[in-house]
Every structure is written in structure tokens, then in C-alpha cells.
């Protein structure tokens, strides 16, 4: 081991290869920066390699198993569904592989050092980096932290084979008959009705009044619908107390309605939320300023209280959300090759892959109440709309949230097929400052769901074609 | 949680026109949209910053 | 029969309840006209009844059949797949059923007078309704024409039980072994492309260079490469001679590369387009001037040279598709009630619903440069989209065309998955003046199929993530 070495003079340091660091390390290098990123896992962080992409694999290895039985309803009946598990895992390995060597080529081929090691901060232009044999100091002139999250662990739940959290969750060689999935937020939900699809029982317990916080009751009341239609059981304001692990499986004890309740199960998946990675850093010898709950402060260019020194993605405030991760580091970038670049999202898009998606962007009818903005809702149901119909595939709405006084489109909620892809004109619109006219005058194909958003537009506007 | 960071205080523009404001140190709510919709185009945005440029000269003399 | 009866007086007749008309009637009642329609046939015209409708429902259904099969190479394996063809035309009919017996319901919701029979103007301001039974005299004060188009019959193919045409290729009771397709049209292809995935054997003749014409090559390409993975032979220049109906099929003569070529199969269809139904309404009585190919000559408000008459839909200049059809209907009515509005179509998005999706809008790279624009191009293609990938589903790419000087987004091309859902987003860019700043600078969610416009617009702008 060799410590007290020369320091490596860089440019530009990013601390973290995920969806935050890789991409402010590549459009740093595009705008002229000598750049270093410093990674101690693997490349594509979180997002790419137990996050975003291998979840949403395993959600359409599931659908697809869906659709491999059939639609008796349509007349296409199929007999002996077999899933092999391990191929499964397989095609999701090839998947992941697939976008995080992709990253790596995109590094070394925008001309970013990529250096494997834990970063940790001597002081404001000094840092350590370390592996297992060796430590090496690094200079650099500006820095961007873009060292993510971890899952939480709660009292009583320690992680195991069989108490998991979601990366645990992801890696399973086998489909549970049944697994307890603590906390019904986006990624429980998500993981919950993936397993689900593959034949799982699921028993999700959510310790508020609603699975889903933050998105309407008849959004989540449609996801609720379609998990019990898979033998799905939700017990909400349920408090886990604890597990016993038993030889093939676990014994889950909560309280639910001032009773306690034990639940068997071959696993329990715990997602609770999530902890920045902002404790092991050595922040406080640079000089980083935390807010209460642990995450850097930030201003408008994403600068730290230390005028050298960014941070991005899941360590600072605003929803812990890949592409916003990916927005910062581009606007960090840009900050330090002094663009006027800053961070003006009035409309973070949020989708969960359930069943059906869904899909927000902006206000919603009760965030611009609070907000004091009178607004006029427009409401469509995927049932008025042909393309809906011809897919096999109706549940589902949107709402269109409209300032009253001039139509502006502040909002868009969509559950629904496909309402991942159909949210992006939404935010554009909300983005760019359209109005419902504006929506509602460009011609949408016939029959496509977009045309759902050209509903609701009318609807908002008071004359709708397809509904009364 | 979706909502959104920021108000709907702010004057109607699209994000490029935006960030030409951004980009010559204009405060975008300081233009004056020709629309009537009151939409700011990059148009007001450079006619502004014309204005601010052959005013800066003229008080110089 | 009671003819020279007292005519009725009606304020807006409108005549044919297809996309065009019934959506006319709708915004007209809206505006407070009091609307009569007509229609000889059924509610929803051709695109609900025997078009867009029950073709996508069939082109799902073909979808799910495919799904049925599994996915041997992401583990998901099933046996005995079997399609119950009259319950596929069963489920199909109840689709269309829910949307024409919708349309009822809007029309009547909206107090539209609909009257079943035939319209044959007598001058312009009378017309005579005809059924089986009687003929009414109708006067009115303004009328919408739209009374589509029906398919062209090539001679030597008389349609009958094994010549079809899209209706009765829409309707068969059986999935056919083999189908000759004379038309590589969207029309034909979709519909052979949906036999296709049931498991017909397909050949496409087509009488030019190549199928779907309008479209880039680029895009043809992934089409016929995915058809002919399934089996399907596609002739181009080919030149269809006549048919000979044999006991159970028929046999087939074309002329290719200067040789007769003769095919067997069990049905042929002919898809090689549709003629105005313009020619049989006593226009001239009425004085209304058609172009050379028997279409009705408009202004910007969707009026004939007669001033109280306008037209609207297939029967009109411009691409034969169900959305411009819809909104010239409201341009129509909106000019009757003395509204300002005009035709304005920069960008009517077309789609074609293949195996991958095709939709454009706008310019396409060709037709910019023939109008003499100087473009940068923003291309990006779906293997490198993370969505794309973990759907499984990576055939494909997206052109965005932005004008050089100013980043102005003229037109979109997409080839791949849900291509007509990701249009709509490029048809607002375009309809509103957006630049590829704009959607570069819109957050679009991860994953989605929507970060591959943001992507695109990144690549026009020259600094794109995730391609080199
Ligand atoms: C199961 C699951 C599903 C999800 N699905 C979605 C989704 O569909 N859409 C979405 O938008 N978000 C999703 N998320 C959230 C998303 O993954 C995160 O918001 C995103 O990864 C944050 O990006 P980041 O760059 O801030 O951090 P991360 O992706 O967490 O990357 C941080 C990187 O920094 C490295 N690092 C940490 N400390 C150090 C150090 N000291 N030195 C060097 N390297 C270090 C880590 O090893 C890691 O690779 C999901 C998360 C999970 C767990
Ligand atoms: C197989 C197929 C698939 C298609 N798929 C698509 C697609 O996916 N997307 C798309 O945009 N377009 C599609 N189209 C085209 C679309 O159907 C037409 O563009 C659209 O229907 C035109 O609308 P219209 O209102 O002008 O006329 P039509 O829909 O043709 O309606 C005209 C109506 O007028 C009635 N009529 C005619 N003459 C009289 C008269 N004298 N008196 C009273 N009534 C009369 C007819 O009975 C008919 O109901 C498809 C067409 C076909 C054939």
C-alpha cells in the first residue's frame, strides 16, 4: 500500500459513474474539460446496474410472461407457459451489460480518464482515491460529487438471502411463491407487480394511507385493482415490526389496525426509501455544507457552498430520479466551462411501470390548489379513445392540469399503456409554456393515445369531441 | 412527489429562449413580449438586448 | 315511395358520418349551429367501421399472437399456441362497436339530427335524402361534405369472395395459409403484416421501387427485413396482370424484371388506393368544382367555390388520413359560426402501423433539401436507449430535422417501437416552433422512448450523450 504518493494533478474531477456523474463527465469533456471520474462500483452507477434498467427488464420479461398466456378474451389461448428464471436473469445481465459498456465507450471516447476507487476529501482541492491495495491523492481544480443513494435498513430488518432490498430483489435465481414487500413507494410497487406478473403472491405493506404517495387515489386505485386481480393482497397504515427467519423462507410480524399480524413468505423485500451517500466522504474536510437530512446544498448552477466543488443526482435536494440526476450534471458541466447554464425545471416528469403506468408531470389538481393557482382540469378516459380500444387496453386517464385564466398547461397526469412514452409531450409542452389551444390545434395521428392529450385539452378548452 | 420546483409566477417563454436571456445576462422578465398572449420569442429577446446595447453608447456620449 | 314531399329545412346539413363528418357535426352543435347529418352507410365511416379501427384491432391481435409464442431467447417459453380466428373478429367487432355506438351517443349527446339514407344535391341549397324506401327533400343553409373514399378497382381483379379488398381482408373468418398482396401501400402492408404474425405466408407486389412509399428507405428497410423474417416475399416493380380464381384460391399473374411470374394462394388483396366519393352526389347540380383527379377544390376554410357548401376529409386535397380529415371537420364548422380558423397543416403526422411502427411529420431530410432548406439532422437510433433495450425491442431510429440557421424543428421521422405514441411529441415541436434547444432542454423521464427525441435534438445540437 502505498500512501504519501505524488499527487495527480486533474482538471476536472467527477466523483460517481452513474446517470448523474457519467453524463456531467461527458458533456465536461465536450465543452473542452480534462476529465477524470472516479468510480468504486461499476460504471453506470445505481440506475443502470440495479436500478432503472434491470427493474424495468425484469417488468417487461414479466409482461411478457403475461402475454405468453394468451388472451383468452381475444380468442388466443396458449398451453404449458414455462419461464426459465435463469434466462431471464441472463438476457437482463446482457441488458445491463450491453448499456454500461456502452457508457464506458462513451467515456473513452469523449476522452474522460476513468479511474476505479473510493473517493475521499482531504480538503477542497484534494482528494484521496483508494482501492484495495493501493491510495492515491488527486488535485483538481473544480469537482463534481455525484455519489448517489443506498437503500435504508430499518430497525428489525436486517438485510439477508431472504430479507432483501431491491438490488437482492433483482438478483432472485428463482420466482418467489410469495414475497412481503415492505413499502409501497414507486420501487416496491414496481418490483411487487414485476414479481406478480411471473405468478408471485405479494403482500405489500405500506405504512401510509396509500401505496404510491404523491401520485392521485385514482391513479394508484387503478394499480391497486390490477395487483388484486393478481392475487395481490395491500395492507396500508401496516407497521413492520420485525422478521424471523425460518429454514426456507421468513415470518413477518407488522401491526395493522392496532393488531399484530404475522405473514409467512418465501422473502421480504424491503424499500423504504433511500439514503444519500454523503457520510463516508470526508465532506467536512472540504468544507461541504449539508442541509438536515444529509444532502448537499446546492445553488441554481448546482455549486456547493464551496465555489470549486458541484454535486448532483441523489445526494442533493429534489426527487431522486435518474434523468434529474442526468439535467444536474449537464448543468454542472456547463457551469464550469462558464455557461450561464442553470437549473430551471418547473416540470420533473415522474412514471412508475406498473400496471398501468404512470405518469406526471408538473402540478397536479391538488399541488396548484395548494399553490393557490385556479386551474381547469381536463379529463379524458383511455376508454373514449380507439387506439386504447384497439390495444386490448383501456384502464386509464389523463388529466390535463390548465391555468384557468389563460389555458397554460402546468400539468399532465396520465395512467395508462404506454404513459411513459405520452408524458414527454407533456413536459414539453409544460416546459416550453403552451396552452391547451396549443395542444389541442396540432393534429395528432389517428388512432394513437396522443390523442388522448388532444382530448383533454378540449375537454379543458369546454368542447370536446369524444366525450360529453 | 411530483411537484415541481419553481412558480408559475415566471413570464411564458420556451427553454431556448430562455437560455438566450440566460446567456447575455438578460433577466427575462424584464422583456417586454410583443405577443399578446404575452409570450416572450427569442425576437424580444434580442430586440431587448439591442436596445440595452445602442443605450449603453448613447449615455456614454 | 313519396317523392316531391315538403322538404325540411335544416340550418347545417352535414353529409357522411366518417372521421371528417361526424366530427364537423359535433364542434358545429357545439357552436351552437343546429346540425343535421346524414349517412348511407354506418356511424364512424370507413376509419371506424372497415379502416383504422378494426385494422389496428387485427394488428393487435397479431401482436399478442406473436407474444403468445413466447420469447425463447429471453427464457419465456410456451406450447400450443392456437388462435380462434372468429373469436378475434368477435372481440374486433365489439371494438368497433364501442366506438360507433359512441359516435351515437356523441351526435345525439350534442343534439345532432342523424338521418340514415343517401344525399343527392339538387342545387346549392337542396339535397335529397334517399333509403330503400323514400326520398326526402332536404333545404339547408350550410353544408360539410364528407363523404370519403372507396377502394379502386384494377382491372382483371374484380373483387369478390377470394379478390378482396381492405374490407374483406378486414373480415375473413379464417386466418389464410397464403395471401398475395398487391399494394405495398401502408394499407397493404399493415394488413400483411398483421396476416404475417397470425402466420399467413405473405407476398407483396408492388409496382415501384419500394413498398410504403414516402417513406425513407432506411425506415422500408426495417419493415421488409422484419416481414421477411416471417416468411413473406416482397416483390417490387412488379406489375399485376389478372387473377384466376381456382377452387380454393387463386393464382396469381404479375410480370417482374420483363418475366410473367404466376403465384398461388388462397385470397389476394388489392390495396392500390381509393377514389374520391365525388362522383355520385349530383355535385354539378349543385356547381361545385372538382380537380382533375375528382376532388373537391377548397380554400383555407375548408369552403368550396360555392360558398355556403364546404368539404372536408378524402374527398379533399391533401394526405387521405382519418386525423386530417377530423380537423379540417372543425375547421369546417368553426368557419360556418364565423370563427376565424384556417387550415394550417405543417405537420400532419402519418403512421403506419408495421412491425417496427413507422410515423413521420413534417419534413423528412428529402423533401427539406428539395424545398431548398439547409437541415441538421439528429439522429439517434433505439439500441442505444436503455427503454428500448429492456423492452426487448431495439429495431429502429429516430431523424429529427432542425433548420440549420436556427435549430428550428421541421419534421421528425421515427421507425421502432410505439412510433405513434413518440410522434406526437415532434408534431407539437413542429406545430409550435420549437427548436432542438427546447427538447434538448426538456426533461424527459429515464427510461422512456421519449429520451430518444432529446437525444436527437442533442445530436443536432452537436453534443449528444449517448452516441459518439
Ligand atoms: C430498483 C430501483 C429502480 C429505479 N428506477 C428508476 C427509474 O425507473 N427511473 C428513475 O429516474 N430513477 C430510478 N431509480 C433511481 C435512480 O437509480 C437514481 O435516481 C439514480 O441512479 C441517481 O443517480 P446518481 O448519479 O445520483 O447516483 P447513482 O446512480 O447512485 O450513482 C452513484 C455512483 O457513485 C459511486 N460512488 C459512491 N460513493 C463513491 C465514492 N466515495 N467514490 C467513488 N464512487 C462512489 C457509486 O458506486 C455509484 O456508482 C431507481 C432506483 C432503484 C433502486
Ligand atoms: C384499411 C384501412 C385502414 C386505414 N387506417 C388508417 C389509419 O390508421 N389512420 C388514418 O388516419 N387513416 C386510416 N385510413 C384512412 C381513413 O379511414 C380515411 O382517411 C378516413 O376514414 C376519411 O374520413 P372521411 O370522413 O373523409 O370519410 P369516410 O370515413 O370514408 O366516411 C365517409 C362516409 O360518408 C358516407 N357517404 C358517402 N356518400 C354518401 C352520400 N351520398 N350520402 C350519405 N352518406 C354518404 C359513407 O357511407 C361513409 O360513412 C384507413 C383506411 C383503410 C381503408
Not at chain 1, 435463469?86 to 480518464?113: C, I
Not at chain 1, 409467512?264 to 451517500?277: I, K
Amino acid at each position: 500500500m502505498v500512501v504519501g504518493d505524488f499527487p495527480i494533478e486533474v482538471d476536472t474531477l467527477v466523483v460517481g459513474a452513474g446517470p448523474g456523474g457519467y453524463v456531467a463527465a461527458i458533456r465536461a469533456a465536450q465543452l473542452g474539460q480534462k476529465v477524470t471520474i472516479v468510480e468504486k462500483g461499476s460504471l453506470g452507477g445505481v440506475c443502470l446496474n440495479v436500478g432503472c434498467i434491470p427493474s424495468k427488464a425484469l417488468i417487461q420479461a414479466g409482461h411478457l410472461t403475461q402475454h405468453a398466456q394468451g388472451h383468452e378474451e381475444i380468442g388466443i389461448t396458449t398451453k404449458g407457459v414455462s419461464v426459465d428464471f435463469a434466462k431471464v436473469q441472463e438476457w437482463k445481465g446482457t441488458v445491463v451489460n450491453k448499456l454500461t459498456s456502452g457508457v464506458e465507450g462513451l467515456l473513452k471516447g469523449n476522452k474522460v480518464d476513468i479511474v476505479k476507487g473510493e473517493v475521499y476529501f482531504v480538503n477542497d482541492h484534494t482528494a484521496k482515491v483508494m482501492d484495495e491495495k493501493n491510495s492515491q491523492t488527486y488535485t483538481f481544480n473544480n469537482c463534481i460529487i455525484a455519489t448517489g443513494s443506498r437503500p435504508i435498513e430499518i430497525p428489525g430488518f436486517k438485510y439477508s438471502d431472504r430479507v432483501l432490498d431491491s438490488t437482492g430483489a433483482l438478483s432472485l435465481k428463482e420466482v418467489p411463491k410469495k414475497m412481503v414487500v415492505i413499502g409501497g413507494g414507486y420501487i416496491g410497487t414496481e418490483l411487487g407487480s414485476s414479481y406478480a406478473n411471473f405468478g408471485t403472491e405479494i403482500v405489500i405493506l405500506e405504512g401510509t394511507k396509500d401505496i404510491l404517495g404523491g401520485f392521485e387515489k385514482q391513479m394508484t386505485q387503478l394499480v391497486k385493482k390490477n395487483l388484486k386481480g393478481k392475487g395481490a393482497t395491500i395492507v396500508t397504515e401496516a407497521m413492520a415490526k420485525g422478521v424471523e427467519e425460518t429454514k426456507n423462507g421468513v415470518k413477518v410480524t407488522y401491526e395493522a389496525k392496532g393488531k399484530e399480524e404475522v405473514v409467512e413468505a418465501d422473502y421480504v423485500l424491503v424499500t423504504v426509501g433511500r439514503r444519500p451517500n454523503t457520510d463516508e466522504l470526508g465532506l467536512e474536510q472540504a468544507g461541504i455544507e449539508l442541509t438536515d437530512r444529509g444532502l448537499i446544498k446546492i445553488d441554481k448552477q448546482c455549486r456547493t457552498n464551496v465555489k470549486n466543488i458541484y454535486a448532483i443526482g441523489d445526494i442533493v435536494p429534489g426527487l431522486p430520479l435518474a434523468h434529474k440526476a442526468s439535467y444536474e450534471g449537464k448543468i454542472a458541466a456547463e457551469a464550469i466551462s462558464g455557461e450561464k447554464s442553470e437549473i430551471d425545471y418547473i416540470g420533473i416528469p415522474s412514471v412508475v411501470f406498473s400496471n398501468p403506468e404512470l405518469a406526471s408531470v408538473g402540478y397536479t389538481e391538488a399541488s396548484a390548489k395548494e399553490a393557490g393557482i385556479d386551474v381547469k382540469v381536463g379529463r379524458f378516459p383511455f376508454a373514449a379513445n380507439g387506439r386504447a380500444l384497439s390495444l386490448n387496453n383501456t384502464d386509464g386517464f389523463m388529466k390535463l392540469i390548465t391555468r384557468k385564466e389563460d389555458g397554460l398547461v402546468i400539468g399532465a397526469q396520465i395512467a395508462g399503456a404506454n404513459a411513459s412514452d405520452m408524458i414527454s409531450e407533456l413536459a414539453l409542452a409544460v416546459e416550453a409554456g403552451m396552452t391547451a389551444e396549443d395542444i389541442a390545434l396540432t393534429i395528432h395521428p389517428h388512432p394513437s393515445l396522443g390523442e388522448i392529450a388532444m382530448e383533454a385539452a378540449e375537454v379543458a378548452l369546454g368542447k370536446p369531441i369524444h366525450v360529453m | 412527489k411530483p411537484i415541481p420546483i419553481g412558480a408559475y409566477k415566471r413570464i411564458l417563454a420556451t427553454p431556448y429562449t430562455r437560455k438566450i436571456a440566460r446567456d447575455h445576462d438578460i433577466d427575462i422578465e424584464q422583456v417586454t413580449p410583443t405577443d399578446p398572449s404575452g409570450r416572450v420569442t427569442e425576437e424580444d429577446v434580442y430586440r431587448f438586448i439591442h436596445a440595452k446595447d445602442n443605450l449603453t453608447p448613447q449615455k456614454q456620449e
